[in-house]
């Protein structure tokens, strides 16, 4: 048996999120069923992050196990042919048999999008939130330099949420505005449940008036989840990169992973 690690890239927007479930379509299936299918027994695969229904990925990074013939890059040839057009599969390679795309991640990059004008954009329906009002850039930017750093985030957890620590590290924060168009993006050790679109949630509500540029630092000191804003849409929510240190492809034992925070360290 080989240990194949596959880069995916979906569209979000039909699914029920990443994670196989019973009342709905999930991505993981669909990918599920086309590895049946290609390598000739019942596959199962594990994705590095488990995205909630709407939301999209640019690198999610999947396993799985086979003794199928199929060379390793050949992977995208011949499941593009199978699988939806909303689903792509741009790599494949071979990794360790103890490598685990989840738990050896050492940091994940999140992409928040937001259509900020007076009306929407039928081309960015599904990747944008649209917010008609105008938004004030000035202080979120400065409210966002509260977020870089070691905190706990214990307020930035939608309910649902299991993780034992909610202490996180967020190495780099960045907002960039192209006209109408608003790119938040997040990079962090790991994630909490919701975290990010908590994060987008607050800075629009920041840049409508709502509230002050110090909320995400109240939100630190109080763990008070009330503090912040509302909950971004989902779609608006992209998984644009996964990272791992070089030992998880060539010494994954010597690493230790950390299932609650779904990070691993030396």
């Known amino acids: 048996m080989k240990r194949i690690l596959l880069t995916v890239e979906y569209d979000g927007t039909a699914y029920a999120g990443w994670q196989r479930q019973i009342n709905g ?3 993981q299936q669909v990918l599920e069923e086309a590895l049946s299918s290609a390598c000739g027994h019942p596959v199962t695969v594990t994705g590095s992050s488990r995205t909630d229904a709407g939301v999209h990925a640019l690198d999610q990074q999947v396993h799985f196990d086979t003794d199928s013939g199929i060379p390793p890059e050949k992977y995208p040839f011949v499941l593009n042919t199978m699988l939806p057009p909303d689903i792509r599969v741009t790599e494949g390679r071979e990794v360790p048999p103890d490598f685990h795309a989840r738990f050896l991640t050492s940091g994940k990059t999140y992409t928040y999008r937001i259509w900020n004008a007076r009306h929407g954009s039928a081309l960015r329906r599904n990747t944008h939130w649209h917010i008609p009002v105008p938004l004030s850039e000035a202080p979120v930017r400065t409210a966002l330099e509260a977020l870089p750093g070691r ?7 939608a309910a649902g949420g299991t993780a034992k620590t909610t202490v996180r590290t967020i190495r780099s924060v960045d907002l960039e505005t192209r006209g109408n168009e608003w790119i938040l993006t997040v990079t962090g050790d790991a994630f909490l449940y919701n975290m990010v679109r908590i994060i987008a949630g607050t800075a629009a509500e920041i840049g409508l008036g709502r509230l002050c540029t110090d909320a995400f630092t109240r939100a630190f000191e109080t763990k008070d989840r009330l503090v912040l804003g509302m909950t971004a849409p989902a779609h608006g929510l992209e998984l644009t990169k996964v990272f791992y240190p070089e030992k998880a492809f060539t010494d ?3 690493l230790r992973w950390h299932e609650e925070e779904t990070t691993c360290s030396d």
């Open 252 to 254: 994954p034992a010597s």
């Open 151 to 157: 905190h706990d985030f214990a307020a930035f957890q």
């Open 25 to 27: 379509l999930a991505v």
